[in-house]
């Protein structure tokens, strides 16, 4: 625990100094000012420098820093931070997280900035932005966003001899692809279903009829018959050997096991597109296909929201650069790098024409059926129940229906407090 | 031989000369940028968890005072309990690392040249990250590509998944836990053992005493006050243990962590991924409590084997 006080510290009196430092210039020229901006994704850094350097150019008084830390400490310093006085000026903030921070009062109000610039709210996917409000107040501009699809390998499809998944797929098509192309022999499996709940179960729940968690963010619905069916289509896979067991996917995540080429499908994001492309053992291997349809179509949707800290010692110039982050022009520069799905309205095409072999139309269409990521309460409490619940479900130890009643039970705990 | 020859060396004794008001007032000023980080660094965080214990913390915004319902809750919470014994659980591993450090030491100071070498080797660990350690083990325990089970293969021993199946984790932790730790206990081992006067093993062959002999009978009485202060130091660091558990089980839901958690990943979990400081805060109370405990516990045991000259 020491140690961790003394990072926290160290860390803090780091940031005090540079920004310190930075205070100093400010004074001699007059009104030259340095904001930082954090991320934690290595991969959208060249495109966040880049954001920043065109910011730049039209506001010359203003530097910005762009900052990326690891995931693994992006919350807690930011956290430490903000609680400390020291947390960057403008910094990538995600729905589930979010609620904290802004019943804390620690975001910076963007109402009055959308308004002063006319920012047409209506060009972000309402589910995004919906998840950036709260009390009715706007705190963060929609990055990027993303929906689910089936990410699959051509190769071992040809090799097993199934036709490739298109938007004509049921719940039973994928299953049944699923065990066709698992060969226990090569070690390939037909896809892979950890216990994973945005771009897993949360869509089959939906699929199914039913919700995630009510209207009022008091209770959640897994113990539904519907919620029951959304969890059976992956506890079905498992049973059925067509996916790696959990202790592999633990060993080795989905995406990696996708990337190996040891998983034939893997339902998830838009985001892992750049990634994939980047693979030159996956060249020509790849595509995407919309989830398949239970009951109805659906697939949950988020994005990451970029938000300012309200203890920022220069608001007037982070809100000019909150409004440029959540601009046409930074959607662009995302796009064209084929860094992400951006945001903004109209802003795709380039991402889309960045990498021309995916289908990545599907993941806009899939906005059409999108439901936002639900975020009740203290999310990140609930949401950690997962695994520990769902678990002997997966492995087979329990039946489905009492692992999701108990699981229910577990979150409509969390959610009851306050 | 005389008997005064293998008389041991005995500490300086008697009172050092005493200090003057001048010399007293510079000694202060010269300690005090120590004294000003170490209330700053230690004893103002340490005051601010004792109090924030006893209050309901939010990730931000002002605390309620709740009185004694985080403890209580803590001693009713299942998870707390689970995190205590996975925590004394890999101590105890931990502690078979001394017995092992006493050998190695011994071993190492009959090697004559490259002794240096074996304590470089043996010290690597120490100055590495334990994010770098958590990563390297990560992969040697990988159940379907990791080095560990392909050894485990050409012996025709089944594998297992060491840090996604939750009957093995804890060890999988003590195993690199005392990697981690033996170069350490290595150099203060190394130097109680340079400090044993060569007539006693000498006298003692004479005596007719061999190598082994010679190993418990003086070797390890004389080290005693070394290894009772490597023992102390490996328990207060295996109850701190963090590193391991967040790197070696991280990854999308690791189906192991709900039952592997040690105390201070309790203790980060509910502070720092729940926002629940003021119960977080307790457990770090707690363990302090544990700590102080166990080492109490051991200084009192020390007076029937640690043997003093």
């Not at chain 1, 951006?342 to 059926?369: C, H, N, R």
């Not at chain 1, 678990?391 to 229910?408: F, L, R, T």
């Not at chain 2, 980080?37 to 004893?43: E, K, Q, T, W």
Request: net charge neutral; aromatic share 12%.
């Amino acid at each position: 625990m020491k140690r961790r006080w003394i990072a926290a510290t160290a860390l803090a009196a780091a940031v005090t100094l540079l920004s310190a430092c930075s205070g100093q210039s400010d004074g001699a020229s007059g009104e030259k000012v340095t904001l930082t901006y954090a991320n934690w994704s290595e991969d959208q850094t060249p495109a966040m420098q880049q954001i920043a350097d065109e910011f730049q150019k039209a506001n010359p008084d203003i530097t910005i820093k762009v900052q990326t830390l690891p995931w693994t400490e992006y919350w807690t310093t930011l956290q430490v931070g903000a609680a400390g006085g020291t947390a960057p000026d403008a910094f990538w903030m995600l729905a589930d997280h979010f609620r904290e921070y802004a019943k804390g009062g620690q975001l910076v109000d963007m109402s009055d900035t959308v308004k002063a610039n006319n920012i047409d709210l209506s060009v972000y996917p309402k589910a995004v932005s919906d998840s950036y409000t709260y009390d009715g107040k706007l705190f963060a501009l929609p990055k990027d966003f993303d929906t689910n699809g089936i990410w699959y390998n051509k190769a071992l499809f040809d090799a097993a001899g199934v036709k490739y998944p298109d938007d004509t797929w049921t719940w039973q098509d994928a299953q049944d692809a699923a065990k066709k192309l698992t060969d226990p022999a090569k070690g390939v499996f037909g896809i892979a279903a950890p216990i994973d709940a945005q771009g897993g179960f949360y869509n089959t729940i939906l699929q199914a009829g039913g919700s995630i968690i009510n209207a009022d963010g008091t209770a959640s619905d897994f113990g539904s018959p519907a919620g029951v069916e959304g969890l059976k289509f992956w506890t079905d896979l498992q049973a059925a050997k067509a996916s790696p067991t959990l202790e592999q996917l633990s060993d080795t995540e989905a995406v990696s096991m996708f990337e190996n080429q040891k998983v034939a499908m893997y339902f998830s994001g838009a985001y892992w597109a750049l990634r994939f492309h980047n693979n030159a053992a996956l060249k020509g291997k790849v595509d995407v296909a919309p989830l398949p349809q239970g009951v109805k179509r659906a697939t949950v949707t988020s994005g990451i929201g970029n938000a300012g800290y309200a203890g920022s010692k220069h608001p007037e110039q982070l809100k000019k650069f909150l409004a440029f982050l959540g601009g046409s022009k930074a959607a662009e520069i995302q796009a064209a790098t084929g860094t992400v799905l951006p945001a903004y309205k109209g802003t795709q095409q380039p991402w889309l024409d960045s990498m021309p072999e995916y289908k990545l139309q599907v993941f806009i269409d899939a906005t059409d059926y999108s439901v936002p990521l639900p975020v009740a309460g203290n999310a990140s409490e609930w949401q950690g129940l997962a695994t520990q619940y769902l678990g002997p479900a997966w492995s087979g130890k329990k039946p489905v229906a009492d692992a999701a009643k108990e699981y229910q039970t577990a979150v409509d705990q969390v959610l009851a407090k306050k | 031989m005389t008997s005064s020859a293998t008389k041991l060396p005995r500490r300086p004794s008697g009172r050092r000369g005493g200090v003057s008001a001048p010399n007293g007032w510079w000694a202060l000023a010269f300690i005090a940028p120590a004294t000003i980080g170490l209330l700053a660094l230690y004893v103002w965080p340490f005051l601010r968890t004792v109090v924030d214990s006893f209050q309901d913390v939010p990730a931000f915004g002002p605390a309620t005072w709740v009185g004694t319902d985080n403890y209580t809750a803590l001693l009713h919470d299942p998870e707390f309990w689970q995190a205590f014994r996975n925590s004394a659980l890999y101590t105890a591993i931990v502690l078979l690392g001394v017995p092992i450090a006493i050998a190695l030491a011994a071993l190492i100071e009959q090697v004559g040249r490259g002794r240096a070498i074996y304590r470089v080797l043996f010290f690597l660990p120490v100055v590495t990250l334990p994010v770098a350690i958590g990563m390297v083990w990560r992969f040697i325990y990988n159940g379907d590509f990791g080095l560990l089970n392909t050894v485990l293969s050409w012996v025709g021993v089944d594998g297992q998944y060491w840090v996604a199946d939750p009957r093995f984790t804890i060890y999988a932790f003590g195993v690199v836990g005392i990697w981690m730790g033996l170069g350490i206990n290595l150099i203060i081992l190394g130097a109680g053992l340079t400090a044993i006067p060569k007539a006693v093993y000498e006298a003692s062959a004479l005596d007719g005493a061999g190598r082994v002999r010679q190993f418990f009978r003086i070797t390890v009485p004389l080290l005693s006050p070394s290894i009772f202060f490597v023992t102390v130091l490996s328990v207060i660091g295996a109850l701190q243990m963090f590193d391991l558990n967040f790197i070696m089980l991280r990854g999308v839901n690791n189906t192991a962590l709900a039952d592997s958690k040690t105390i201070v990943y309790l203790f980060y979990e509910k502070a720092f991924v729940q926002f629940h400081q003021g119960y977080g805060a307790a457990i770090a109370v707690v363990l302090l409590l544990v700590i102080m405990i166990a080492t109490a516990l051991q200084f009192r045991l020390q007076r029937s084997w640690v043997f003093y000259d």
